[in-house]
């Protein structure tokens, strides 16, 4: 059976869509991407079954490490939406359940993990990305899958573009908000709505 996989943070999550407008207590009870979020909407139209496995708060870092830890079937198709790239993760808690990974940004709160979000400059976050985008393209291409990669921020990302890194499939159309969801934050449903079309014009060029 055909799959839609996705990978991502808070922006592929749903996060603030009306059924997933409270997403640290579900993360506590009820781990469940939004329905109302453009990679459900995708494989609806696709008519397929959505395997999301993006997470609120991922680095690009965890993004790839979850690209490749997983098992992918020949009739996939794969929509990674990278994130901003000012994240990290530390990989010295291996719990399975997400909740427990140590993220870093500049939303953490100890004095330790703001100054190791702060350590490194603009400069040197946008090539670790690019590094981990190009691992992430070269991985998808073994896998002999259907796939894009479609940054949330592009603009992030291509101002500090590597001139000897080369990526298949990378467009940079990003979000375009047409209003924000209940968090006044992150993209709405009609902005979530036509997300899911653009990416499935994407898939379909």
Request: glycine share 4%.
């Amino acid at each position: 059976m055909s799959r839609l996989i996705t990978f991502g943070c808070s922006y592929a999550y749903g996060t603030g869509l009306p059924d997933c407008n409270n997403w640290m207590f579900d993360k506590l009870h009820n781990l469940k991407p939004s329905k109302m979020g453009w990679a459900s909407l995708l494989a609806d139209k696709m008519k397929v079954e959505c395997v999301n496995e993006s997470f609120p708060g991922s680095s690009n870092a965890e993004i790839l490490y979850n690209v490749l830890k997983f098992n992918y079937k020949p009739d996939d198709t794969v929509v990674i939406m990278w994130t901003h790239f000012v994240r990290d993760m530390l990989f010295n808690f291996p719990h399975k359940f997400p909740f427990f990974r140590d993220r870093l940004g500049p939303w953490s709160k100890t004095h330790q993990e703001r100054k190791w979000a702060e350590y490194l400059s603009e400069k040197d976050y946008a090539m670790k990305s690019w590094f981990y985008i190009q691992h992430a393209d070269l991985h998808l291409q073994k896998q002999e899958v259907n796939y894009i990669h479609y940054p949330a921020t592009p603009e992030e990302l291509n101002k500090n573009k590597l001139d000897f890194i080369e990526v298949e499939n990378y467009h940079s159309d990003g979000i375009v908000y047409l209003d924000t969801a209940t968090d006044d934050m992150h993209p709405g449903e009609k902005s979530n709505k036509l997300l899911c079309d653009s990416i499935h014009r994407r898939l379909n060029d």
